[in-house]
Structures are given as C-alpha cells and as structure tokens.
C-alpha cells in the first residue's frame, strides 16, 4: 500500500466536492436481519463481474446498520426508480423504523425484504467483504432478478436527486 506524504494529501473537503460531480445510481440494499428487516442507501453500487455474476458496494464503517446486516445469510439490491427520492433520503436517515409506512415493501419467498416500485431487485448471497479506508466494500454473489425495465433510475448528483434523460437518437 503506498504512503502519502503529508505534502500529497488532498483536503477532503475538495475531495468530496470533486466526487459529488460523479452521477451515480442510488440502491437500498436489504436483508432480513433475524425477524427484522435491515436496510441502507448506497450511491457507490457496482457490476463487478458477470461470470459469477458479483455485484459491489460500499458501506461506512460508522454505519449502524451494517453490523446486523452483514450477518445475514441473503440480501437484495434495489434499484431505486426516479420517483423514490423519498425512500433514498428515509433509507439514508439514521434513527428511524425505514420500513414503517409509508415504506412500501414485501418478504421475498425466503424472506429477503424487497422494496416496491424499484426498477429492479437482484437477489444476492454474501461473497465476500474487505475493510478499505473507512468503508467496507461488500461483494455479492446474484442468485436471480427481478426486472421493471419500464422504470427510470434515480440518480445522484452533486448533493441533489434527480433522474435520467436520454439523450434525442
């Protein structure tokens, strides 16, 4: 791993604002935590690879949630539509029940909460996770999907969310 000298670190304040200029898709990740549902937003969701089909994201070592998800068995990421800015911001929010009404959402057959009106689910197993920095990436092994691809993303920019337009053919 290398070193930066004192000299060669950049002020995270610039940093962050630097990122924020990155759109980036927005998931709630879920996962049955014992008897109850367990989930957080996250911005940096990623394809790792398709053969196995793993996906990735990152997660605050801060965060309060992960330590009961990250012993579930099974979770789901759910793309988020361009109309659920609300679930984002209530998944983001510490210190409230974020499936509470008005939370729409459902137990998968194996009881894997999943969230309505998503674009799309994709239903993961645990492959594995990596402390880097001061988040911990968390790579998932897809088991299947479920697919609205009538739906826009929600995305994230510059501190705002906000939604997809094509560019005209």
């Given at each position: 791993?290398?070193?930066?000298?004192?000299?060669?670190?950049?002020?995270?304040?610039?940093?962050?604002?630097?990122?924020?200029?990155?759109?980036?898709?927005?998931?709630?990740v879920t996962a049955a935590c014992g008897a109850e549902p367990a989930g957080l937003t996250a911005t940096s969701f990623s394809s790792v690879s398709l053969s196995p089909p793993l996906v990735s994201f990152y997660v605050d070592r801060g965060s309060t949630t992960w330590p009961s998800m990250r012993r579930a068995e099974r979770f789901a990421v759910n793309i988020l539509a361009s109309g659920q800015a609300d679930v984002a911001a209530r998944f983001a929010r510490r210190g409230i029940d974020r499936f509470a009404a008005p939370t729409r959402w459902h137990?998968?057959?194996?009881?894997?909460?999943?969230?309505?009106?998503?674009?799309?689910?994709?239903?993961c197993v645990p492959y594995t996770t990596i402390d880097i920095g001061d988040h911990i990436l968390v790579v998932g092994l897809v088991t299947s999907t479920d697919i609205r691809e009538s739906d826009r993303p929600l995305l994230y920019h510059l501190g705002r969310f906000g939604h997809f337009l094509p560019h005209e053919r």
């Open positions: 791993m290398t070193e930066l000298l004192p000299d060669q670190m950049i002020d995270e304040d610039r940093f962050r604002r630097a990122l924020a200029l990155h759109a980036a898709g927005v998931v709630v137990p998968h057959t194996d009881g894997t909460p999943l969230l309505d009106d998503v674009c799309a689910h994709l239903l």
